[in-house]
């Protein structure tokens, strides 16, 4: 029996053309022609449907390091706030704790399972109140690839004056109004990591708004060497560039990220005709306050036990029998051990689907037949 995977990388083909350019120029080590290249190939992707008139990309070591690196531009530091999204990955949170300062989680709203703009208010007005000044950034995320209510945060975020990071990390290619998710705040995050919707084995991207801002982050992520004929450092930096090898792979991904997303979009489209009578299970299918367009990165449902007759545990266990690879949902930040201090701003809504929620395969490599082969498992168990 083949295993189904989550999401595994699949490969277009000129991933290794890419590759062995940078073999036999031997320009293996970070930055070169194929990170350059790799950088043109995301910003003319997503300028075609920016919501801000001017798009830039800095490629680097993985989406974590964009998120810290977004924090070091906007000065974040030992005594402030940064409120983030409490139903994410720990990446999002974990680089705030870098800077030294504390997040804030705020829970997900029903809908679409992202930051709840009302308890996002809530928060700010409480932070002020306690504190005697307003948290530094705002960190929405949207999970598993669901747009989220992102004009909603701008506007209260805009309204306080307090910059928005998104993290888009599993949203490449998810469009809020007609727009990519990652280019309405003030940064954008992306993730190249191996189960995403592109790979570059192991990497990410910052999205900014000027070639001012571009040049800073690439100051951040090669070390903050000044510009001075020996090395000389006045501000602390980071080995955090994309390497030449690795951007040769995105370089090749990019030739395929169109027809990623428009198979992911279709096995979810498959799991939901197929599992919509069956009763306990639930689709999760996002909704807005304007039209969006999800990339469906990982396909997510929740199992109710009285209707369904098991927990998501035990199908996610007779689903491993059958050798099919399953997730429970991210558990919310606020629950986690090592952010047990940290103030949050709840409703219930992200555990309630923490304790109900299973992610199944959705990858580029996971095919219809397939599809069809899990909801017969789940309909049978």
């Known amino acids: 029996m083949i295993k189904i995977w989550l999401s595994l990388a699949h490969m277009g083909g000129a991933e290794q053309r890419f590759v062995q350019s940078a073999f036999d120029s031997n320009w293996v080590a970070p930055l070169g022609p194929n990170v350059d290249g790799f950088e043109h190939d995301l910003e ?11 798009t ?9 390091a964009a998120v810290h690196l977004a924090l070091i531009m906007l000065g974040v530091g030992p005594g402030d706030e940064v409120i983030c999204q409490s139903f994410t990955f720990a990446a999002s949170a974990n680089p705030i704790r870098y800077q030294g300062a504390t997040p804030v989680f ?15 208010k ?37 309204s306080y004056g307090i910059p928005v990071v998104e993290d888009s990390a599993e949203a490449m290619g998810s469009l809020y ?11 954008g995050v992306m993730s190249f990591n191996g189960n995403k919707m592109i790979t570059t084995s192991g990497g990410g991207a910052l999205i900014c708004h000027s070639k001012e801002e571009a040049d800073r982050i690439k100051f951040y992520a090669t070390q903050a060497r000044e510009k001075f004929p020996y090395y000389q450092h006045e501000v602390i930096g980071y080995n955090y560039r994309l390497s030449n090898v690795s951007a040769g792979i995105g370089r090749g991904q990019m030739m395929v990220v169109d027809e990623h997303i428009a198979h992911h979009r279709r096995l979810h489209y498959i799991y939901k005709e197929l599992l919509k009578d069956v009763p306990g299970i639930t689709v999760m299918e996002p909704k807005a306050d304007a039209p969006l367009e999800s990339n469906f990165w990982l396909t997510s449902i929740l199992i109710d036990p009285k209707g369904y007759g098991h927990t998501y545990q035990e199908l996610s266990a007779y689903l491993a029998d059958k050798e099919v690879e399953t997730r429970p949902l991210w558990k919310p930040m606020h629950l986690q051990p090592v952010y047990a201090d940290a103030p949050s701003y709840v409703n219930g809504v992200s555990e309630s689907k923490f ?12 095919s219809e037949r397939e599809v069809e082969m899990i909801v017969s498992y789940i309909k049978s168990f």
């Not at 830039?56 to 974590?64: C, D, E, K, Q």
């Not at 304790?355 to 490599?365: T, Y």
């Open 56 to 64: 830039h990309v800095v490629a680097l070591s993985a989406g974590t």
């Open 122 to 158: 809530e928060a700010i007005e409480d932070r002020i109140r306690k504190t005697g000044k307003k948290p530094k950034a705002i960190i929405p995320v949207y999970l598993y690839g669901y747009p989220g209510r992102i004009y909603e945060i701008l506007k209260i975020a805009e």
């Open 355 to 366: 304790k109900l929620g299973l992610c199944i395969p959705s990858g580029p490599m996971v």
């Open 177 to 187: 109004d007609g727009k990519h998710c990652g280019t309405f705040g003030k940064y």
């Open 106 to 120: 705020v829970d997900s709203e029903e809908d679409s399972w992202n930051m709840d703009p009302v308890l996002l």
């Open 44 to 54: 003319d992707w997503l300028s075609k449907k920016s919501a801000q008139p001017e």
